[in-house]
């Protein structure tokens, strides 16, 4: 894996993905998917597509809160009926892209293991009252092989309750996380994670 233990030490997920109050709107990336709760998004750019809830509305996510490091894109779907943090749409999934110095082959995705499990650490240090909930493992999603994990933090006195799932595929990397308040979770976590699954790339 020489040459990305420098890019992963970049790829810290910032807590707060969220979507602006005033920026809830879609961005043209979505289309109707046939079935009248939900809507399909494709991105061709960076070849990858999902499906989420129609509860959930499409946008960019807020200055400053993007995944962190270099990610070459970013798209946010928020419940905009959700909780609101400052202005912001907490309860949300985010998919950011990041582009690798080389193209990684499934076979070597079990290897990274290492250094993703220092990005979780990094993480989690630079939030005070961040917690694991369920560690770092290695999972599938539609053949996209990566990892994933589960924790909570604290935000304006609001628990958070996120996952967060590092997918590789060829010369990118996806980060998608899905968080809500903890409050929220039980209720939304069935189409936040549902969105996730129908993740698939070209």
Aim: hydrophobic residues 40%; aromatic residues 10%; charged residues 20%.
């Amino acid at each position: 894996m020489q040459g990305f233990s420098r890019y992963v030490a970049l790829m810290l997920a910032v807590a707060g993905l969220t979507l602006a109050v005033a920026a809830c709107s879609g961005s043209g990336g979505g289309g109707d998917s046939g079935d009248g709760d939900t809507a399909a998004y494709t991105n061709d750019t960076y070849g990858f597509s999902l499906t989420y809830d129609r509860q959930l509305t499409e946008g960019e996510p807020v200055e400053g809160t993007g995944a962190g490091g270099s990610s070459v894109f970013d798209v946010v779907f928020a419940d905009k009926d959700g909780a609101v943090i400052a202005d912001r749409y907490v309860d949300a999934l985010q998919v950011s892209v990041y582009e690798l110095a080389r193209e990684v082959k499934p076979s070597e995705v079990p290897g990274l293991k290492k250094e993703l499990s220092g990005v979780v650490d990094q993480l989690m240090g630079s939030l005070a009252t961040a917690k694991v909930v369920q560690p770092l493992e290695q999972i599938e999603v539609n053949g996209v092989p990566g990892f994933a994990f589960k924790y909570t933090y604290t935000e304006d006195d609001t628990e958070m309750t996120a996952v967060t799932f590092f997918l590789f595929n060829g010369k990118y990397e996806y980060q998608i996380t899905a968080q809500a308040t903890t409050e929220n979770w039980t209720q939304l976590k069935g189409k936040l994670e549902t969105a996730v699954q129908t993740f698939a790339v070209k």
